[in-house]
């Protein structure tokens, strides 16, 4: 055999073991992007277990105790959480990742309330005066220890990444001023239509949003989160238009709501803890 043979021998097998290792590169990869169960299984299973609706589901309770007493189900599924990495993440659909975040966000709060429930009456007592709980860097998510406010401000927030104001109705902060936690997990598949049933519920709930003739009460949510609703609408009361139904059940109250017309109001914030009440 000519040497010229074995040297065109060689550099096709070079080629070949080349073009295999690129092909197992791309396969590990697809596996790895693979490897996020999108359907949240164990988040939706503890919902589906732990959460009840009360108030003919405008609002819903948690049953932290439950959850202490077998937190495996939360423990496996902020496993899973803190397992996803940057790359994985952006190669998640934009659908995937809000859902994600908002997931992670609601299971990182429950479990922090975890760390000192029973014995606390709100999710405010796990901070400070100088250092509020959602400023604490305690979990993790994408390679980095981050803090509630980074999730929820810094990327679900972010802006030109999803600007969807319905997420101030799937973001739960564990208070009973706050829209209800749903008994499942997001899924992106189905993530339109959750959010657009989690803003109904919320303002179906008259103690924390309601219209008559002279105002338009809402949470303040709608106060906090302002700058949000009037980017999408132009002002509170025009992205409330739509949602008159909810607001009131009087025909001129409700077409003062869907003309944006009625003066709003932002109503007080409850921080009491949304723990299942049993009763006695």
Not at 8 to 25: D, F, I, K, Q
Request: charged letters at 25%; glycine letters at 4%.
């Amino acid at each position: 055999m000519c040497g010229g043979c074995t040297s065109l021998r060689r550099g096709c097998y070079s080629a070949v073991l080349g073009c295999a290792l690129t092909l197992a590169a791309a396969f590990a990869a697809t596996v790895a992007y693979a490897a996020f169960d999108h359907n949240h299984a164990k988040l939706d299973n503890l919902l589906g277990q732990h959460v009840v609706w009360i108030d003919d589901g405008h609002a819903s309770q948690v049953d932290y105790a439950a959850i202490k007493r077998d937190p495996s189900l939360l423990r496996d599924y902020l496993s899973e959480v803190a397992a996803v990495t940057s790359e994985e993440y952006r190669g998640f659909t934009k659908s995937q990742q809000l859902a994600f975040l908002i997931n992670a966000y609601n299971a990182y709060t429950i479990d922090f309330v975890l760390t000192k429930y029973p014995d606390i009456e709100s999710i405010k007592e796990l901070g400070s005066l100088f250092n509020r709980p959602w400023r604490k860097r305690l979990f993790p998510l994408l390679g980095e220890k981050r803090s509630l406010d980074e999730i929820e401000h810094g990327m679900i927030r972010k802006p030109g990444d999803f600007d969807e104001p319905r997420i101030h109705m799937a973001v739960n902060c564990a208070a009973v001023g706050c829209p209800a936690l749903r008994d499942e997990a997001y899924i992106a598949e189905q993530l339109d239509m959750q959010l657009e049933d989690s803003v109904r519920r919320f303002l179906s709930d008259s103690s924390r949003n309601r219209a008559d003739e002279k105002f338009l009460s809402v949470s303040k949510i709608f106060d906090w989160y302002a700058d949000d609703f009037k980017q999408q609408a132009g002002s509170v009361a025009r992205w409330l238009a739509p949602y008159a139904e909810q607001l009131s059940s009087d025909a001129r109250v409700k077409a003062a709501v869907a003309n944006a017309s009625l003066r709003v109001r932002y109503l007080r914030y409850d921080w009491a803890l949304n723990d299942r009440q049993i009763p006695g």
